[in-house]
């Protein structure tokens, strides 16, 4: 069961002589997720734009399901299979709830200009299809947000723009999901509500594997398999919540040497 | 008692579904009343009162939603009826203007600049890519199908989709640094283009320098000479009104093409990368192709529209096809609203008569195109006609 | 045969820096605060305008064209002016566009450059004509035995002071620091009380005052000047702080250079290239912008997830 999906291997990063990653490799398995934690600035939200192909690792590679993934353009990537979400949710707030996640179909559609200008009926069709697809999404993601379908995304409140990037990565189909910081901005309620929907995504999808960078404890203690930390682009430790809360060097750079030596 | 109730509901449904017959009939119908007035007017109080009266109109449309919402839900439901009567009276105008040829002229030229404004819509409307060079295009769809007629012999029917394609391939060209540039690095070279384009052909020896190419011949078809007058069952139309069949059938074209491409998955990726270029290419949009694809079906368009305006007054100079032709059309599609057909039809139509309406102003037609267009951004950014949002399956 | 060179030599050199002057206010208003001003061009050629107004209003009133020194108190009141009027057409206008859409930025800039245009040309009296223009300095130094005018000198020199003086505004003072500080963070350059509003104008006092300079020498080099000389010299500008990467003062002059010595070398050398030479000019631009998109000093833009 426990087949390897994605793995980075010795990622780097640097913008001149700051060095946002150095040496980092993970393993992530099929149905398995991965929690990222760390403080501020240490490359959680670096190792995503590496893995979506947004920045071109300095050294090191990402292969999905043993292909390599390093120097292919973002929207291949995406095809491939990873999807993911915003820190600040990235919606296309001037286009309706559906919209949006019909966008997120656009690769599985295929009609070009040629088609929708002249072969209307197959472009329409192929349309119907995803918003067929689509609907059937934003219902099983959350019912509040499918009886808003038909408004614009920029007035969604918080919580539901967040379920809406959720299901817009979703309707891409991927292997991998990758969600950044999905509880910020949100209270407890909404965040226990958003724990309750992504395990509803990962009891329908079984293979989904998924990394989740967090800040909330309590979510980091409750979804994620395995943990890993970073730090200064580092790599601090791997392991359970329980396993890798209990290391020295987490706490510090988490709490402060201060903390953690009063503690 | 359900039953009852069930006539009723029926009854209501027959109710609104007559308001909404009468109410789409009124407006279209009105509509070409009032445009047939202003184009047949010549006394500038009575325009300047048109203009209120249309002013007030947009108010009453924009105060009360309900009442805007209740004629475009009208227009969805009887969209066959709509189509239909305004077919009827697109070819039915000519007849009713008097036999003005000034007023016919005015409606080619509406006609002309209202494909030119759906052309640049798919960019700036659709996608949020300033294009300044819209005129260039139009230039170069007008000299390549001139130059095919003058020199070869070429007739207009086969010049013009070669002329589509010389336009698209160099709509392409300029769409190349899109891959590279963005933004104000992108309106430079789409402004240097047009700059490069005008002084070529202001210069090379073939397109005739500053003098243009002159001695177009009229397009034939079936025998007839689209010089000559047309005669429709006895009754004789001016020549102009070729003309404006042919550009109402490329404005027909041109919203067809802006309908269906705004209704598929390409107007859904172009509306992804104006909202957001990272995201959109986050969900798997060649972001690259797609703004290079707006490129070349803009080109597309305003090549056609060259060759029409080519034959239609049998003479082109470099100076119609200057940078400021390109900022009228973008003032056109900015001030009727963007990624919205209907409305930047309307800002065409509005703004090619506007200066030629109001002669004594005319002279300050670039300044009031510039003025608008501020004004438009600062106060109302949507325009006149809001982009809606798309619906399925009603 | 050598005379000729280093005439042509001196000419790139003065017509570079003329346009430096110009491409600097774009490098800094783009590069630094990232705001789109697609008009600087022709708020730079407005100060022509004034002074030519000023010398026509002073010589009805006195009855004698003013010269010499009240010459020149006009051309520096131009230039405050000029500096002033970029100063209200932020406040007025661009400001509105700070954190709007950029599309939005430039096809408002742009419509403003039009409007700017066309106000010259309907209150200016004979708007439309060009205009003859003073070559306000006269004169030749003997440098090494080769004639040097001394307008050429002047321009030269007033280019460099220009570039160094901005260089030290930008490292050396409290308000350089404050402005690299809002270029950096605006909103974290509020924090630490500097008012991002006045540093936007202060920058664009400055901007137009440079380009106003420029605009001068320019009108005097080429002894006239008329209201669409602004869409040329403008876009041109642009070009040179694009070319040399916008945001870098050393770039600014060296892509005004760049553009300077092509424009020389194919009115020299090409067949008509007076006729040409925007093509060949334009044609450098978009070569670089499609292989160097950042420019010759750019830096690599990274983007912001």
């Given amino acids: 069961m426990s087949t390897l999906v994605l793995e980075g291997e010795g990622l780097t990063m640097r913008f001149g002589g700051l060095v946002a990653m150095a040496e980092v490799d993970f393993k992530l398995n099929r149905g398995e997720i991965l929690g990222v934690i760390g403080p501020n600035g240490a490359g959680k939200s670096t190792l995503l734009n590496i893995i979506t192909g947004i920045y071109k690792p300095s050294s090191g590679q990402v292969r999905l399901e043993g292909d390599k993934l390093t120097g292919i353009p973002t929207h291949k990537i995406v095809e491939r299979g990873i999807a993911r979400t915003f820190q600040s949710s990235r919606l296309f707030g001037d286009l309706s709830v559906l919209d949006n996640v019909i966008i997120g179909r656009h690769v599985h559609t295929k009609c070009g200009v040629f088609d929708a200008v002249f072969r209307r009926g197959r472009a329409q069709r192929e349309l119907k299809e995803s918003a067929a697809i689509a609907e059937d999404l934003l219902k099983a993601v959350s019912r509040e947000l499918y009886e808003q379908r038909h408004r614009p995304a920029a007035v969604l409140p918080q919580a539901d723009r967040r379920r809406l990037e959720i299901a817009r990565a979703l309707a891409s189909e991927p292997k991998v999901l990758l969600l950044d910081e999905p509880s910020s901005g949100m209270d407890d309620n909404d965040t226990e509500a958003l724990i309750t929907d992504i395990r509803a995504v990962c009891a329908a999808r079984p293979d989904l594997a998924m990394i989740i960078i967090e800040h909330d404890m309590h979510l980091v203690s409750t979804l994620p398999h395995k943990v890993m930390v970073l730090d200064y682009g580092e790599k601090l430790a791997e392991g359970t919540y329980e396993e890798v809360r209990k290391i020295p060097r987490v706490q510090e750079a988490y709490l402060g040497r201060k903390a953690v030596e009063n503690a | ?394 | 045969m050598t005379d000729m060179l280093l005439q042509q030599l001196l000419n790139c050199i003065t017509l570079g820096s003329i346009y430096a002057l110009i491409a600097l206010g774009f490098s800094l208003l783009f590069g630094m605060l990232n705001i789109i001003h697609f008009s600087h061009g022709d708020v730079s050629l407005l100060s022509p305008f004034l002074a030519l107004g000023a010398v026509q209003a002073l010589g009805t009133a006195l009855g004698a064209a003013p010269g010499g020194m009240s010459f020149f108190l006009i051309l520096v009141g131009a230039i405050v002016l000029t500096g002033v009027i970029g100063l209200l057409l932020d406040a007025l206008v661009i400001q509105r566009f700070r954190d709007a859409p950029v599309m939005m930025a430039l096809v408002a800039t742009v419509a403003l450059g039009i409007v700017l245009r066309e106000l010259i040309r309907h209150l200016f009296p004979n708007g439309s004509n060009p205009h003859s223009f003073p070559r306000f300095i006269t004169g030749t130094l003997d440098v090494f035995g080769f004639p040097v005018p001394i307008f050429n000198a002047a321009v030269i020199l007033v280019s460099i002071l220009s570039v160094g003086g901005l260089f030290l505004l930008l490292n050396r003072t409290r308000l350089g620091l404050q402005i690299r500080a809002v270029s950096h963070d605006r909103e974290a350059a509020r924090l630490m009380s500097i008012n991002p509003s006045r540093i936007f104008r202060v920058t664009f006092f400055i901007a137009s005052a440079i380009g106003a300079i420029g605009g001068l020498f320019f009108s005097s080099y080429a002894s006239v000047v008329r209201f669409d000389f602004s869409v040329e010299v403008g876009l041109i500008g642009f070009s040179a702080a694009v070319v040399g990467g916008l945001g870098s003062m050393p770039g600014a002059i060296v892509g005004s250079l760049l553009i300077a010595v092509l424009d020389t070398f194919v009115q020299a050398v090409v067949p008509h290239g007076a006729s040409y030479r925007l093509v060949f000019v334009f044609s450098l631009v978009i070569g670089i912008l499609i292989f160097r998109p950042s420019g010759l000093f750019g830096k690599t833009i990274v983007e912001k997830v």
């Fill in chain 2, 1 to 394: 008692m359900a039953a009852s109730n069930h006539i009723e509901t029926a009854a209501a449904g027959a109710g609104t579904g007559a308001v909404g017959i009468a109410l789409v009939i009124a407006v279209e119908l009105i509509g070409a009343a009032f445009l047939r007035q202003f184009l047949l007017v010549e006394d500038w109080r009575i325009i300047v009162g048109m203009l209120g009266v249309f002013c007030a109109a947009l108010y009453v449309l924009q105060s009360r939603p309900a009442l805007e919402n209740r004629i475009a839900e009208a227009f969805s439901e009887h969209r066959r009826l709509a189509t239909l009567l305004g077919a009827v009276i697109v070819l039915m105008f000519p007849f009713v203007l008097e036999q003005s040829t000034y007023a016919l002229h005015l409606c080619v030229l509406s006609l002309l600049y209202a494909t030119l404004a759906l052309a640049l819509n798919f960019q700036l409307g659709s996608a949020n890519i300033p294009n300044f060079a819209t005129g260039a295009s139009y230039g170069i769809g007008a000299y390549a199908s001139a130059l095919l007629a003058v020199n070869l012999g070429v007739s207009f029917w086969l010049a013009l989709p070669v002329a589509g394609l010389v336009a698209t391939i160099f709509g392409f060209l300029l769409g190349l640094p899109s891959m590279r540039t963005r933004e104000s690095y992108l309106a430079l070279v789409t402004i240097a283009f047009g700059v490069v384009v005008h002084q070529l052909l202001n210069n090379l020896e073939f397109t005739g320098g500053p003098n243009g190419l002159v001695g177009i011949p009229a397009p034939e078809l079936f025998g007839h000479n689209f010089a000559s007058p047309l005669v429709v069952f006895g009754y004789s139309l001016p020549s102009q009104a070729n003309f404006y069949y042919l550009s109402a059938l490329l404005v027909l074209i041109a919203i067809l093409f802006a309908d269906r491409l705004h209704n598929s998955r390409v107007g859904l990726a172009w509306n992804a990368l104006r909202a957001d270029e990272l995201a959109a290419r986050c969900q798997g949009i060649n972001t690259t192709w797609y703004k290079v694809l707006a490129f070349a079906v803009d080109a597309f368009l305003a090549g056609f529209a060259g060759t029409i305006y080519a034959f239609y007054v049998g003479f082109i100079s470099p100076d119609n096809f200057t940078f400021l032709v390109s900022v009228t059309i973008m003032t056109m599609v900015i001030a009727g609203g963007m990624d919205n057909i209907l409305g930047v039809i309307v800002g065409a139509v509005l703004l090619t008569l506007l200066p030629e309406k109001l002669r004594a102003f005319s002279d300050y037609r670039i300044l009031f195109f510039g003025v608008t267009v501020i004004a438009f951004l600062m106060i109302r950014p949507q325009g006149i006609f809001p982009q809606r949002l798309r619906r399925y399956g009603g």
